[in-house]
């Protein structure tokens, strides 16, 4: 993989603070990365703060990067069970001139425009068309209860709590997600394998 | 040169070899009516893969030619119209900016100057303009980018052909000359391999040979229709170019599709793939759905379609009662449909043991065929050498043992075929009402019986009993002894005994593989022909005979000359009878066809008789002497007639 071009990414987005969207490193693995992505403006996501999680496979920017939320989201094109995400520019409308700053700015915008054409979640897309009021009330419900900065940096937390104990951070991250965060059953998890 | 080598490598495959096969539709035949007769003549050619290369070439420089476009160009177009040059000229020429602008070909785009830097839009490096590649959008990216980009496609499949410029929103097509300078050679090779395979299989002319190994593909030299069409290739397999199964007239792709899924061994994983996977509409590739919507887009073709109802998206919308709940579906379900398939397959599970007995005789046959195989290829490699030197007979005199063994191998497989067709022919349970159906069955279990009765006998001859006679022979060793005066050689092998013996067994071989030969072509003929229609055609069976055999020759000059068979200037004087007319006036031109085809054939078989000095009856296969009766001294079968039941 190119490791040259995810610095240049990640410099590039750490420039423009302005965007709305920042990425993280986790430790020395570039394969996998978090993103963050401020809610829009005007919409039922606004005030909400995302966090998503990145996988890039070995011939990225050739193929897509493998992007999924790992906050709860209440969204047509968002599974609100595990968080992944139907858009076409993430599966065979990637191109290599796109980055991840430009994939994320489109999972910004996807939260701004839902598509129910499309949807990856059957039961959020029919209340969002049957039902709009109730569609807002509960994106804007679950914007508030989980996608706060404070939960997001508490999942950091989690991870640090493991990584305090001698695990590198990507098996961590890894454990974390299979628990679905659950801190002890991942720590478990990770000692069993050892 | 072309020329030659397609005369060489046509064939015209007949297993009718009787049959005339001229083109010209000799006795008045018309395709439209008569399907299974255009069925029967099936001219292809055998291609190698130099020899695709080469079509492949030729038909690129056409295009090219005649649109005056680049190869590059040439070859988008030609995937775009499957490959046919004709279509390709009537698209282009009807709206050449539409079809342009599908198929990504767009104007070159002037280039700046190469004296200066800029940033390569994926790996935002900074190069000089001079050492970057593009498209003719003239995006340009850099060596090391286009190569992963390309590398990438090509390790995706043959998409790849179809691939366009690497900026979002720009559909320039990537041109194959770009795609071969970037790629290293070892997915050069791989991208050649996939326009190749391109060439043949978008191709509707075009076949691969399905056998491992064989690189040949086969090309058919009339338009293709969806029936079976056998055909062999240059490696010695058979197949049918329709269905891509082994060859297996007379019966139908769908019956064999059917057979074969049946009585898959790996009916389990088959399970998977009906349960998992559904073929893309568009393409018919299996598709498995492991994540997502419902809104698949096939990876290879792009079609979009609806993993519920199979439909196109586009016709989905609100207006259709939602994505997320396909109505079609829905609705499709509460009318039944898709209960109709769970109960086709309970019922399928209830005729199992119909299916056994129709299965085991299938597969023993199919043994059968395998075993004469390497029986043939044995009498090929010792039998005959041997054989040779106990009749004083050299070995080029005897393929007529091989003759046999072909036979033998070529009957089995139609004869394994028909079970496969008796089986879907009729059902668990006919009716005692339901004569046609009954008189059906039971016709075709007469003819496929009496077919299998004489290949039984030939099998029987060519293998037991030549072995018997090999035995008896080693018993008196063909080779002389000295005598005790050491001057005389007793030549067994030239006894006047002996080779009476051996005369005797070689045109009863002789004779019984030609018998064996017409039952199999005539099973062939009728099973092709329909049994309903051939119920019909039996019932009228003697007045057209008597037609067609007053002045043979006449009905032929008639038909071919266009003007009205007697049959139909019948049917023209008796309108009120319309129906059964019709019915009689096709059997009658049918008869009158064969019968015309007969008449040549009986021609060539007296010259033959005569050469020979004597005939040979067809039902019960006695050497008859007197070359001027017509009726067998044995069981008085007609001579020329139809074989009737014993």
Not at chain 2, 412 to 421: E, H, M, P, S, V
Not at chain 2, 567 to 586: D, E, G, L, V
């Amino acid at each position: 993989m190119d490791a040259g071009r995810i610095q240049k990414e990640l410099k590039e987005i750490e420039r423009d603070k302005k965007s709305g969207v920042s990425v993280q490193l986790n430790g020395d693995n570039i394969h996998r990365l978090t993103g963050f992505l401020e809610g829009p403006k005007d919409t039922a996501y606004q005030g909400g703060y995302f966090v998503v999680d990145i996988k890039l496979e070995d011939q990225y920017p050739f193929v897509p990067p493998k992007m999924r939320f790992r906050t709860k989201v209440w969204h047509p094109n968002i599974s609100s069970a595990n968080g992944a995400i139907c858009l076409d520019i993430l599966k065979d409308q990637w191109s290599p001139a796109l980055t991840l700053k430009t994939a994320l700015l489109s999972l910004q915008a996807l939260l701004a425009s839902p598509e129910p054409d499309d949807p990856q979640d059957g039961v959020v897309a029919s209340q969002y068309i049957k039902n709009q009021p109730l569609f807002q009330r509960t994106a804007r419900q679950w914007t508030e209860q989980y996608a706060t900065r404070e939960l997001a940096s508490q999942d950091d937390e989690k991870v640090l709590s493991i990584t305090s104990m001698g695990f590198p951070r990507e098996m961590a991250l890894t454990a974390l997600e299979s628990t679905h965060g659950d801190v002890n059953a991942a720590i478990n998890k990770l000692l069993e394998s050892c | 040169m072309e020329d030659d080598s397609d005369y060489e490598d046509s064939y015209v495959a007949s297993d009718v070899e009787d049959y005339p096969t001229s083109e010209d539709g000799d006795y008045g035949y018309d395709p439209q009516t008569e399907p299974e007769i255009s069925m029967r003549r099936a001219a292809y050619t055998v291609l190698s893969e130099e020899e695709l290369k080469l079509r492949q070439q030729e038909a690129l420089q056409q295009v090219m030619q005649v649109l005056s476009i680049s190869e590059g160009e040439a070859v988008r177009v030609l995937r775009h119209c499957k490959w046919d040059v004709n279509r390709v000229n009537e698209e282009w020429f009807a709206d050449t900016e539409a079809l342009r602008d599908k198929i990504g070909l767009v104007d070159e785009q002037p280039t700046g100057s190469g004296r200066r830097k800029e940033s390569c839009g994926i790996c935002f490096d900074e190069f000089w303009v001079s050492e970057m590649h593009a498209a003719p959008c003239n995006h340009s990216f850099c060596r090391g980018c286009w190569k992963g980009y390309v590398h990438t496609a090509i390790s995706g499949g043959p998409a790849v052909l179809s691939l366009r410029c690497p900026l979002p929103d720009c559909s320039a097509a990537v041109p194959a000359a770009l795609v071969t300078a970037v790629s290293d050679p070892k997915h050069r090779e791989k991208y050649h391999l996939y326009s190749l395979r391109s060439f043949v299989e978008d191709n509707q002319r075009l076949e691969w040979c399905p056998a491992p190994g064989c690189e040949n593909a086969v090309e058919a030299l009339h338009e293709v229709s969806n029936e079976a069409m056998d055909v062999t290739c240059r490696c010695g397999s058979s197949f049918c170019f329709n269905c891509k199964e082994e060859a297996h007239r007379p019966v139908d792709c769908e019956t064999v599709k059917k057979w074969i899924i049946k009585n898959s061994a790996e009916s389990e994983n088959l399970n998977w793939i009906l349960a998992n996977t559904k073929p893309c509409p568009k393409c018919k590739r299996p598709i498995e759905k492991n994540q997502g919507c419902m809104h698949m887009s096939c990876s290879q073709c792009k079609h979009e379609f609806c993993w519920l109802c199979l439909a196109s998206w586009q016709e989905h919308g609100e207006r259709t009662g939602g994505f997320y709940n396909c109505n079609k579906y829905e609705s499709a379900k509460k009318r039944g449909d898709y209960d109709a398939e769970s109960l086709k397959r309970e019922h399928a599970r209830v005729s199992l043991q119909r299916y056994m007995h129709y299965y085991q005789r299938w597969a023993e046959n199919d043994r059968a065929r395998s075993q004469a195989l390497s029986s043939k290829a044995e009498a090929n490699d010792k039998k005959l050498e041997v054989l040779s030197e106990f009749v004083a007979t050299p070995t080029s005199q005897l393929k007529f043992i091989l003759d046999a063994w072909a036979q033998v191998v070529e009957c089995r497989r139609i004869l394994k075929w028909t079970y496969a067709y008796g089986y879907y022919r009729f059902g668990d349970n006919i009716p005692d009402e339901d004569t046609a159906q009954k008189q059906q069955q039971g016709f075709f279990e007469f003819n496929q019986g009496q077919a299998e009765m004489f290949l039984e006998k030939l099998n029987g001859v060519v293998e037991k009993d030549l072995d018997n006679l090999v035995e008896e022979f080693k018993r008196e060793p063909g080779l002389s002894e000295v005598a005790p005066d050491g001057s005389v050689f007793v030549d067994q092998a030239s006894s006047p005994e002996r080779q009476a013996v051996w005369s005797k067994f070689r045109e009863q071989l002789i004779g019984l593989t030609e018998v064996t030969r017409m039952h199999f072509v005539k099973l062939v003929q009728e099973l092709e022909k329909g049994l309903d229609q051939l119920l019909a055609f039996y019932s009228e069976q003697p007045e057209a005979e008597a037609e067609a055999e007053v002045e043979p020759a006449a009905v032929s000059t008639a038909e071919a000359s266009g003007s009205a068979t007697p049959a139909q200037q019948a049917t023209a004087k008796a309108p009120k009878r319309s129906k059964r007319s019709r019915i009689s006036s096709r059997a009658a031109a049918d008869k009158a066809s064969n019968s015309a085809a007969a008449f040549s054939l009986q021609e060539a078989d007296s010259e033959l008789e005569a050469e020979a000095g004597y005939w040979q009856c067809r039902r019960c296969t006695v050497i008859n002497r007197d070359l001027n009766s017509q009726s067998c001294s044995m069981c008085a079968q007609n001579r020329r007639g139809p074989i009737s039941a014993s």
